[in-house]
């Protein structure tokens, strides 16, 4: 069974950081692209982040590019993203998810809020 | 950046009845597009991908359709489980976008 458990989520001061965590597991995690999605309290599903499955290219949203950085261990089976310079605007659950047309698989999402 | 503009912004439906979801790509995607459906409190599923395809597990009385830059769901007859916010996304570009939703509620 295909299960994504994000971690690291929590409440931080604006222009703060935070590193989320993603425990990949029933699958073999260096085989897959993977992304991060964000949606704000009660708003739609914004797209964050990508990284190939090889780490070696990634893609961002230009709201967050800049600030933010994924990266991912395949040895650990282990999505993470760096969170810098955190805004009021970044407060939001965020979601780890598998990239295969579309996104087929998302974790239960962790929270992030910004707020001082 | 590819705008996904989804509608109508609500759909009010009795159960048994049929609902259709539209979504509009403002240039064209192929057919590199998903559907999902997130209940409150959720994460979102996987519904359609390819425009067309039905993701494992999913009822038949889904159905997606369309290709280049107009797509639309299709619940054929809707069930109490069904009435849910529905999301498309395209991946065909970066950066990859989400329409606003499709609320579907109890008429």
Redesign the interface.
Known sequence: EVQLVESGGGLVQPGGSLRLSCAASGFTFSDYWMHWVRQAPGKGLEWVSHIYSDGGTTNYADSVKGRFTISRDNAKNTLYLQMNSLRVEDTAVYYCTRDLLGIDYWGPGTLVTVSS | ?IVMTQSPATLSVSPGERATLSCRASQSLSSN??W?Q?KPGQ????LV??AS?R?TAIPARFSGSGSGTDFTLTISSLQSEDFAIY?C?Q?DT????????TKVEIK
């Not at chain 2, 994460?43 to 996987?46: D, K, V």
């Open positions: 950046e597009l998903a999902y997130q994460a979102p599923r996987l991908y390819g395809t993701a999301y996304q991946y970066w950066p990859r976008t989400f329409g606003q939703g």
